[in-house]
């Protein structure tokens, strides 16, 4: 039977401790998630512990809370007793920490709080269809994330291709400035980690930059996008695709702020970078685990066919509303062809549904310069077919459309604006 290692028999004794930690009064047992407890338990030498617990603090398992001595927690453990992700990982002093689980209870927000959250009163989340409704809890875990100081929390938006993770991430980089939280003329640093995947070096080199002679081709220092997003949001789509290079890159910018350029082996370079990443897979198969367990908010949208039926409405509506503000066209819809884009399946979710309109819109665009019409008529006969077959197994739901949609004629006009589209379509409650 194998015996276990030496790092296996310090974490056990550690996670075995925490179980037993109380976050109502955390002092109370730390001496047994010191360095000096754990060698009494293990006969392993203090030195080799603390190397051992640094291992773990760098592979994210391991918390530590600064001070004579130091304490350590195990994370998941610790996650479990407190039914909550961990925030950080890492705390100045026994009071921070203890501050972080037993939260001031305000009878009323702090008046900088206030200003925040005034100031940002108006960003693009309010726009969002469903921000009342199903996004309203991914919005709030959003903006807790930009607000939480001192500059906020890395992200991580999961779902499915086309459920707009990249416009929830702009909707997060607006909230950012208008809250104050990044300066009103910081931009959006955006980068797809599928681009160049093949080509590791030059990934590295377009993220963090390099240095002259760093590789074939090399002829200046050139900076990355990481300095290019220096006190601003970096938003990385496709994180899946980075390799574990550039993973292990990030985590050290997130863990400390450092990084260095390609070619660079003595200077290190600090920037203060919020991240917002986003993948279509799962991330604990896809990114290391070091990585992805710094990532301390994770949101996971939720695809078309979770949405209700009036969000589903008001997505169709909108489309076919950029299409006549597009176009600049009068576009008239039947109830029916309303109803088939509202039920079909669209396994890509709001892109798909996005492009399905276009491609509608663009079929009947032909007929209408054919026949010389002022408006744009949409028809069955410009449906995909399979959408259409959609009409004949929508069964109760499209009953449950004739309660949100007014009996009018459809005519989307493009001189309205969105709201003046869904105040004459759409029956509020």
């Given at each position: ?12 004794i550690?996670s075995?401790?925490?179980?037993h ?7 109370s ?16 030498s ?10 773990l ?6 918390m ?27 705390f ?9 689980l ?10 900088d ?16 269809i469903?921000?009342e ?6 919005i ?11 500059h ?9 291709t086309?459920v ?14 208008k ?20 080509n590791?070096?030059?990934v ?17 220092d ?9 006190k ?6 496709e994180?899946?695709r ?6 292990e890159?990030l985590f ?20 203060t ?18 990585f ?10 939720p ?28 576009i008239?819809?039947?109830r ?25 819109c ?17 028809e ?11 009409l004949?197994t929508?069964?109760?739901s ?8 007014k009996?009018v004629?459809?005519k989307?006009n ?13 029956i509020?409650?």
């Amino acid at each position: 039977m194998r015996q276990p290692l030496r790092k296996e028999k310090i974490y056990q004794i550690l996670s075995t401790e925490t179980s037993h930690f109380n976050p109502k009064n955390p002092e109370s047992n730390t001496e047994a998630l010191q360095i000096g407890y754990i060698s009494e338990k293990t006969g392993i030498s203090p030195n080799n512990i603390s190397m051992e617990l640094g291992r773990l603090f760098a592979e994210g398992l391991v918390m530590r809370v600064r001070g004579r001595p130091v304490t350590y927690l195990s994370i998941p453990v610790l996650e479990k007793v407190l039914g909550t992700p961990l925030l950080s990982h890492e705390f100045p002093s026994m009071g921070e920490f203890y501050n972080y689980l037993n939260p001031p209870v305000y009878t009323t927000l702090p008046s900088d709080f206030c200003t925040e959250l005034n100031a940002a009163a108006m960003s693009e989340f309010d726009s969002l269809i469903g921000c009342e409704e199903s996004l309203k809890a991914h919005i709030e875990q959003a903006k807790a994330a930009i607000l939480y100081p001192p500059h906020g929390l890395d992200t991580l938006l999961t779902g499915p291709t086309g459920v707009g993770k990249s416009h929830f991430a702009h909707s997060m980089f607006d909230f950012a400035k208008k809250s104050g939280r990044i300066a009103p003329e910081a931009a959006l640093v955006t980068y797809n980690c599928a681009s160049y995947a093949e080509n590791p070096q030059l990934v590295m080199s377009q993220l963090f930059g390099h240095s002259k002679g760093a590789f074939t081709g090399a002829d200046t220092d050139k900076p990355g996008l990481v300095e290019l997003a220096d006190k601003s949001i970096l938003f990385l789509d496709e994180i899946h695709r980075l390799n574990p290079e550039g993973q292990e890159k990030l985590f050290f910018l997130m863990d400390q702020g450092i990084f260095q350029r390609l070619g660079e082996t003595k200077k290190v370079r600090h920037a203060t970078v919020l991240l917002i990443c986003a993948t279509t897979e799962s991330p604990q198969s896809s990114m290391l685990s070091t990585f992805f367990r710094r990532i301390p908010v994770q949101i996971k949208l939720p695809p078309l066919a979770e949405r209700s039926v009036a969000e589903r409405l008001q997505l169709v509506l909108f489309f076919f509303w950029k299409e006549a503000m597009n176009l600049k066209k009068e576009i008239r819809i039947d109830r029916k062809i309303i109803s088939t884009f509202v039920h079909y399946d669209c396994p890509n979710n709001i892109g798909q549904l996005s492009t399905n309109i276009r491609l509608t819109c663009a079929n009947a665009y032909y007929r209408h310069l054919l026949l010389k019409k002022d408006y744009l008529e949409i028809e069955f006969c410009n449906l995909n077919q399979n959408i259409a077959l959609s009409l004949f197994t929508a069964g109760g739901s499209s009953k449950i459309l004739d309660t949100l949609l007014k009996d009018v004629p459809i005519k989307i006009n493009s001189t309205f604006t969105l709201r003046d589209c869904f105040n004459r379509y759409l029956i509020t409650k």
